[in-house]
């Protein structure tokens, strides 16, 4: 099962699951290295939908819709999210 993730230049990056276990590289040997930074980016990706999710819900409790693109840079790691 492959995972699709966008990079700071607007890149994609493929990464595919070794027997769903993200601790351990294609060839089935452990990678920690590898699990970390897949582990770090799930958490800013969690970080930024709850941020996402957060700012909808102040608009339709405030009686407004959004109707442009949200572009934000996270003062933490430097990553601009569209």
């Not at 980016?41 to 709850?50: G, I, P, T, V, Y």
Request: proline share 2%.
């Amino acid at each position: 099962m492959p995972f699709t993730w966008m990079t700071r230049s607007g890149g994609e990056v493929e990464m595919e699951m070794a027997n769903n276990d993200l601790r351990r590289n294609a060839e089935g040997y452990s990678d920690p290295t590898a699990y970390e930074a897949i582990k770090n980016l799930d958490a800013d990706d969690e970080r930024f939908h709850k941020l996402l999710n957060t700012i909808f819900t102040i608009c339709e409790l405030s009686g407004f819709h959004l109707e442009e693109r949200i572009v934000l840079k996270d003062l933490q790691t430097g990553k601009v999210w569209r």
